[in-house]
């Protein structure tokens, strides 16, 4: 059938009128089938890379937190940080756009793509999408474990009753002579890095967190095995927990390559030092408290006042290509600190320089450096009289050396695969080692023979209905 032209015209000109009418509508579908800006997935990882570091509850720069949502609508002393549906009267968008932006301070600037995804989701309404905190585990549940955790931390009481081993969201506490399991405390965070008691025993000290979502302090009372309090800081695990002499202090390091000093009472963030350049892995307070040292991948030990939060010196001569610093320890009673990581020598420094520093950048602070372990150095410690220091490695073998002269004391083998962490008993004759096989050995430090040894957690059996639970090591 023929169309003839008159009428062929006719029907063009309605289609097009159609499709004039219509593409408005059309337009406006297409924006709605983009999904919106969610505020927990793309708007939080920016907060946490680029605003968290200047801009939380322990130092509120301009009063402006950015940790949660309640606090990021709030705004600081410039006024609102967001007003929903009016992307350029909200603050936050003049701080991160434009050519030289004002937030992040000294980092990269937000990328066009960020700005933009600020810009929609304001104008979309600024939805809090963050979903409710779900915890699996009620009070007076334990974590379940069908297969064992790597061991982390490991500490003994200072009275050698008991030795404190990490697992899964909880420190499990063992009979230092019986090695039966005595209590079971757990927490919130997921990963435990770092276990220490304060000198008087009376607190067990924490620090780890939740990977990519908190670190997090917790305070036990070793009388009661009760949580005293639970400190977060920082957006991912922390590591390296210290107290001060008078435990009314502590101090971590933290992947954000700073090093954070709470104080007990208040929680008050009272140090942030952020002179690292990379990760910092542990802390220690000297003798008097009067000041910290630092260490971390940077391979640096840093030296920082405590009450001004001043750097003060690089103790070691960093660029000598050491490695990086996995692990440090004082020494009980003198102001020396051992250090250990990817070189696989341990070193042993003066906390305090007594010579000046030259040019050529001499490691005159240095000690002594003694015998090259098997594999990179994991852990340390010194024996609670000062005599002796033990490591740990990657490649699972533990050693004792004679702190004066260098002398390997003994040699055992922790691990299959890597010794984590090591502890003295306070009397000097037992060393408890930790590792990635999840046991617990316990040796005699003048002989190296292994007195005892048992999985860090109860281990459940399970049928293939329960394979899902190996993953996250608990129901």
């Not at 059309?26 to 800006?37: I, L, M, S």
């Not at 200072?158 to 090695?179: C, H, K, M, N, Q």
């Not at 004066?404 to 984590?420: E, H, I, K, P, Y």
Request: aromatic share 8%; net charge negative; hydrophobic share 40%.
């Amino acid at each position: 059938m023929k169309i003839s032209r008159s009428r062929f015209t006719i029907h063009l000109t309605v289609y097009l009128l159609c499709l004039v009418g219509w593409a408005p509508f059309v337009t406006a579908d297409n924006h709605g089938a983009e999904p919106p800006v969610s505020y927990h997935s793309q708007i939080v990882p920016i907060l946490k890379r680029s605003c968290q570091g200047c801009h939380h509850p322990g130092d509120p720069n301009a009063d402006l937190i950015v940790t949660t949502y309640a606090d990021l609508k709030r705004g600081g002393m410039a006024g609102e940080a967001i007003i929903p549906g009016k992307p350029d009267d909200s603050l936050i968008i003049e701080l991160i756009s434009g050519d030289e932006p004002a937030m992040p301070q000294n980092m990269e600037p937000l990328s066009a793509e960020e700005v933009e995804l600020f810009r929609r989701w304001i104008l979309e309404g600024a939805t809090d999408d963050t979903p409710a905190e779900v915890d699996d585990m009620a009070d007076g549940d334990y974590p379940t474990y069908l297969v064992p955790p790597v061991v982390t931390a490991l500490a003994y009481s200072p009275d050698g009753s008991t030795l404190a081993v990490s697992g899964f969201r909880e420190i499990l506490l063992y009979d230092a002579t019986t090695y039966e399991l005595k209590a079971r405390l757990v927490g919130k965070a997921h990963r435990i890095e770092s276990l220490t008691y304060t000198a008087d025993g009376k607190i067990l000290g924490m620090a780890g967190g939740s990977a990519a979502q908190f670190g997090e302090v917790q305070l036990w009372d070793a009388a009661t095995n009760t949580l005293i309090k639970a400190m977060r800081s920082s957006y991912d695990t922390i590591y390296g927990l210290s107290f001060s002499p008078d435990a009314s202090r502590v101090a971590f390091g933290c992947s954000d390559q700073t090093v954070r000093v709470l104080s007990v009472e208040d929680e008050k963030e009272l140090i942030k030092f952020d002179n690292h350049s990379d990760w910092v892995f542990g802390t220690i307070f000297s003798v008097d408290g009067s000041h910290f040292v630092s260490a971390g991948r940077d391979t640096a030990l840093k030296l920082v006042e405590v009450d001004t939060g001043s750097f003060v010196d690089d103790i070691n001569s960093s660029n000598k290509g050491y490695g990086e610093i996995n692990t440090i320890a004082r020494h009980p009673a003198e102001d020396q600190v051992l250090n250990g990581g990817e070189d696989r020598i341990p070193r042993l420094y003066k906390i305090f320089r007594e010579i000046r520093r030259d040019v050529g950048n001499t490691d005159f602070n240095l000690i002594q450096a003694y015998e090259a372990q098997s594999g990179s150095i994991e852990g340390l410690a010194f024996s609670a009289d000062g005599t002796q220091f033990a490591t740990g490695c990657a490649g699972g073998e533990a050693r004792i050396y004679n702190v004066a002269d260098g002398t390997r004391l003994a040699s055992m083998q922790g691990d299959a695969v890597g010794v984590f962490t090591v502890s003295f008993h306070p009397d000097g004759k037992q060393l408890a080692t930790g590792g990635f096989d999840g046991k617990i050995r316990v040796f005699d430090t003048a002989s190296g023979k292994l007195l005892n040894a048992f999985m860090s957690v109860p281990i459940e059996s399970a049928g293939s209905e329960d394979v899902a639970l190996v993953v996250s090591g608990m129901t």
